[in-house]
């Protein structure tokens, strides 16, 4: 595997980041995944413009413009060969002269830059095919989960003990409503209606969400964003989840009760057809 780190191309193995670097410290950092279609990157400008605003929220300096960060993740791609998969890209506050809560001079640090590409099955895989088992557990992330930082232990945690007990994935729950799952936006089909979740801080303002969120409306598909219980979930004709590697990934049953049909829903079948076609003729 060929990364980028900090202006260079290396083997994986030959890259080094400080010890002291606070993403390894304090999770002091954000990071972005682009889906990777024919070869090429998926809302990608939409990508980079949320990168932009998560490295305003922690007060770090953008080092790249667009057309950078374009020919860096187009040469990354071509040099592992990666035709479906994406693109990793993480920056952290850099090294500071001390372990210290404190943010350190910008002076003082250098950004961290790393990026590395992957490649992996979206378009046809078995979880789209016979559609995803959630279990839900508490939301106990920190308050501002419209950053994308790299502070995801409770979502791994969670995610993991629900794979040890036979689901796919958790869907998290917060004041009696639905927030997200452990890496994506959630969503419900009600009476042919579309039910979303409104942006806010409390989740992540997903890219894959907002260009479905357009598809939709396009195809004359009702949307209404507010929040939604476990029960209503459990009532809906559909409910699928988006993110970047997973397009729109259909759920069947959530805490052992089928929803709907029990198998993948056909507007959720239908978005998800849209949402590839449209990602593959605007790619870049």
Do not use: C
């Amino acid at each position: 595997m060929i990364v980028y780190l900090d202006g260079d191309f290396l083997p994986l193995d030959e890259a080094r980041i400080s010890p002291m670097d606070r993403g390894f410290l304090m999770a002091d950092g954000i990071y972005e995944v682009t889906s990777v279609l024919d070869g090429k990157l998926i809302d990608f400008a939409a990508h980079l413009n949320r990168l932009g605003r998560s490295l305003a929220a922690l007060d770090i300096a953008p080092m790249h413009d667009f057309d950078a960060w374009l020919a860096i993740h187009r040469k990354l791609i071509e040099r592992n060969g990666v035709t479906e998969g994406g693109a990793y890209l993480q920056i952290t506050r850099g090294a500071g002269p001390g372990r210290d809560f404190l943010w350190p001079d910008p002076a003082e640090t250098r950004p961290t830059v790393y990026l590395f590409a992957f490649q992996k099955a979206l378009v046809d895989t078995a979880l789209a095919r016979r559609g995803a088992r959630i279990r839900t557990v508490p939301d106990l992330r920190w308050k501002r989960r419209d950053i994308k930082t790299v502070q995801l232990l409770y979502s791994s945690q969670a995610k993991s003990l629900a794979i040890a007990e036979g689901f796919d994935d958790v869907w998290m729950t917060e004041d009696g409503a639905v927030t997200e799952g452990s890496s994506s936006n959630v969503h419900l089909v009600l009476g042919g209606r579309l039910v979303t979740r409104p942006l806010s801080t409390d989740i992540l303002h997903g890219i894959t969400r907002a260009a479905l969120l357009r598809y939709a409306a396009e195809t004359g598909i009702a949307i209404e964003e507010r929040p939604f219980s476990v029960e209503e979930v459990k009532a809906a004709d559909e409910a699928f989840a988006t993110s970047a590697t997973s397009f729109v990934q259909p759920v069947v049953e959530i805490d052992e009760t089928a929803i709907g049909t029990g198998i993948p829903g056909p507007i959720t079948q239908r978005l998800r057809e849209i949402y590839i076609d449209e990602s593959r003729k605007r790619a870049i």
